[in-house]
């Protein structure tokens, strides 16, 4: 069975999250994806934990399965030989070296697509490669803080709050991932390679979305408001007799369903309630009427009224929840491989399905130069 991706190959000269978590969706879709390390490993991830299982960290194997690995010193001449070999037969390289690092090899966009003018050239950096940022080196957490996301996050008692992952890694990966697509794309009509300059501060940015469009548009600087909306209500969180649970009214036709389940139809009556605009300017008023009636049942009771009527809601389950849960069951979103070092593993699986050519778990998270004698560039090294 053929994979979406199947015949490209591509180096992969990352590390951490953003690019390996960009390369690993390439490699689910197929692409032959070659991780470069130097020799020994030098993904800092390998070294990240606890959890360690049997010496492999739980961080390295979130990122890094249907991947190639080989071992290369980029900082010797015949490393810089063997790469540049692979670079003539390879359709993308991606790298997360900081700004100039690559120059400094000899690896340049420019130096390399004279040796493969198709070559696909994804360059992954804090800040970008102009601007006067653009030597600073750049992790998610600072990030995070640098662009406006810890600022609208938490509420006003928790001050700024990072989002529990390493979010703008993810929404880099993905944006990359995106990126070298299109370029493939559009390789095949022009068959020319091209650059991809992408930064983690520009995605973290473009991820204010809404936002960010309320404060070009109304000049008022956003304030974190917890799990609370800033543009729709009720869509929050919510105390019921037992636990906490969400509660996202999307229009009104579903609010008038909401009072009916909670027998406050009287609100339907109140002009400040009548749409959302209006509720949204008088949330603290409305927002209290409703806890006063969620607080009388347990959370089970609501949710299944809840969604009879289906108003979305949901419960806030804790990460344990997840690989039990049937929904995610059904979708085969955990799935098991085996490690050469680690064993047995369980991984989070690939969202994306397709209907004729679907993803496939074909290795597990390489070791350090575990495929050197795969690529005859390396044999004998």
Not at 64 to 89: A, P, Q, W
Not at 132 to 138: E, N, Q, R, V
Not at 254 to 272: V, W, Y
Not at 290 to 317: N, T
Request: net charge negative; aromatic share 8%; proline share 6%.
């Amino acid at each position: 069975m053929s994979m979406s991706l199947e015949g490209l190959k591509i180096l992969d000269l990352t590390r951490v999250l953003a690019g390996p978590y960009c390369t690993m969706i390439l490699a689910d879709l197929g692409a032959e994806v070659i991780k470069v390390e130097a020799p020994g490993g030098s993904d800092e991830t390998r070294d990240w934990g606890p959890p360690f299982q049997h010496g492999v960290s739980a961080y390295y194997l979130c990122a890094n399965r249907n991947k190639k690995s080989i071992t290369i010193d980029l900082k010797s001449s015949s490393g810089i030989h063997y790469l540049k070999e692979l670079v003539k037969e390879s359709d993308v390289i991606v790298n997360n070296f900081k700004s100039g690092t690559m120059e400094r090899f000899g690896l340049d966009y420019q130096t390399l697509s004279t040796l493969n003018p198709s070559i696909i050239y994804a360059s992954i950096t804090g800040f970008g490669e102009t601007g006067p940022y653009k030597d600073m080196p750049g992790y998610d957490f600072i990030i995070q803080a640098m662009s406006g996301l810890m600022s609208i996050t938490g509420s006003p008692e928790s001050g700024p709050q990072k989002v529990g992952i390493a979010i703008t890694d993810v929404l880099t990966g993905l944006y990359t991932c995106i990126g070298i697509q299109a370029a493939l794309l559009e390789r095949q009509q022009s068959g020319k390679g091209q650059k991809i300059d992408i930064s983690l501060y520009d995605t973290a940015v473009s991820s204010l979305v809404n936002v960010a469009s309320n404060y070009l548009m109304s000049g008022q600087n956003p304030k974190s408001l917890g799990n609370n909306h800033p543009n729709i209500v009720p869509y929050q969180t919510f105390k019921t007799e037992d636990k906490d649970i969400v509660i996202a009214v999307g229009n009104d036709a579903q609010f008038k369903r909401l009072c009916h389940i909670l027998q406050l139809d009287d609100l339907l009556n109140d002009n400040r309630f009548r749409t959302n605009a209006s509720r949204v300017q008088h949330r603290d008023i409305l927002i209290p009427l409703l806890q006063e009636s969620l607080i009388l049942q347990p959370a089970d009771y609501w949710i299944k009224a809840l969604q009879e009527e289906k108003i979305p809601c949901g419960p806030i389950q804790t990460i344990d929840k997840l690989p039990k849960d049937p929904q995610l069951q059904s979708r085969e979103m955990f799935v098991s491989m085996h490690h050469q070092t680690a064993g047995p593993i369980k991984l989070i699986g690939n969202p994306l399905k397709f209907s004729r050519t679907p993803i496939t778990y074909r290795h597990a998270p390489p070791n350090p130069g575990e495929h050197n004698t795969d690529y005859i560039h390396l044999k004998g090294d």
